[in-house]
């Protein structure tokens, strides 16, 4: 539980992006951390990725089955808020190419989708969008 709780204080430390740090972990291998863990960088980073690896030579399951259940436990993929007040923009003008787009990456969340790299960035700080309605 420490192990989590401080991947989640350092995520929020450095502010990352919640869904893309946690599949960044997904690709992580213990016996390689100093070779594979770039979206983690610094000494804090460096700190808890030994933490974690340490934990994992008491894992009975092989690596290769922590991380499909890892992979298939978070998406690649999420509706942020900043493609989906784009797309209903585009949409009620009359061009749904972005809606069936997003239609498509979301129908597979899970998965590595070459070519929609850019759905999973979290929004500049001009796209932020700030107030949201319920129901939409």
């Known amino acids: 539980m420490k ?3 401080g991947f989640l204080d350092l995520v929020q ?3 990352l992006d919640f869904t893309n740090s946690f599949r960044a972990v997904v690709a992580l291998d213990p016996a390689e951390i100093e ?3 770039g979206h983690f ?3 804090d980073w460096r700190d808890w990725l030994g933490k974690w690896a340490a934990a994992h030579d008491n894992e009975p399951a092989p690596l290769a089955e922590r991380q499909e ?3 298939t436990s978070n998406p690649r993929f999420i509706p942020r808020n900043h493609l989906m007040e784009r797309m209903i923009e585009e949409a009620t003008a009359g061009d749904l190419a972005l809606f069936n787009t997003l239609n498509q990456v ?5 998965d590595d989708q070459v070519g929609f790299e850019e759905f999973m ?5 001009e796209e932020r ?5 319920c129901g939409t």
């Open 41 to 43: 960088e610094g000494q």
């Open 121 to 125: 960035a979290p929004p500049t700080d």
């Open 3 to 5: 192990l989590a709780i």
């Open 35 to 37: 070779v594979n863990s």
């Open 106 to 110: 979301y129908a597979r969340p899970f």
């Open 129 to 133: 969008v700030l107030r949201t309605f």
């Open 13 to 15: 430390k450095h502010h």
């Open 69 to 71: 259940i890892m992979r």
